[in-house]
Nanobody
């Protein structure tokens, strides 16, 4: 069984920073693409940032220059450094990873989510 667990959410003032982390565990053979999504109240879940196994990244236009995604393949982790946070960044943030196990091919797994609130 595969699990993704996020950490690092919380309350921060506008202009502040937060770092989200996500760790994968279980019977993992390989991890391909990893990413962070977010969902604000009343809105659809959207991609915030993605990173390939080789380290290529992509970002939503709304976070370019403010957020940085990184991963550690050996530790099976992915992180999202969020700087210059704005109130519109408030959302539940979800970790996502395409993972192959020893018994199945690539499948997209999700973490339970972590709340990020940007407010003064």
């Amino acid at each position: 069984q595969v699990q993704l667990v996020e950490s690092g959410g919380g309350l921060v003032q506008p202009g502040g920073s937060l770092r989200l982390s996500c760790a994968a565990s279980g019977s993992i053979f390989s991890i391909n693409d990893m990413g962070w999504y977010r969902q604000a109240p009343g809105k659809q879940r959207e991609l915030v940032a993605g990173i390939t196994r080789g380290g290529s990244t992509n970002y939503a236009d709304s976070v370019k220059g403010r957020f940085t995604i990184s991963r550690d393949n050996a530790k099976k982790t992915v992180a999202l450094q969020m700087n210059s946070l704005k109130t519109e960044d408030t959302a539940v943030y979800y970790c996502n990873a395409v993972i192959s196990t020893y018994s199945s091919g690539g499948y997209a797994y999700w973490g339970p989510g972590t709340q990020v609130t940007v407010s003064s």
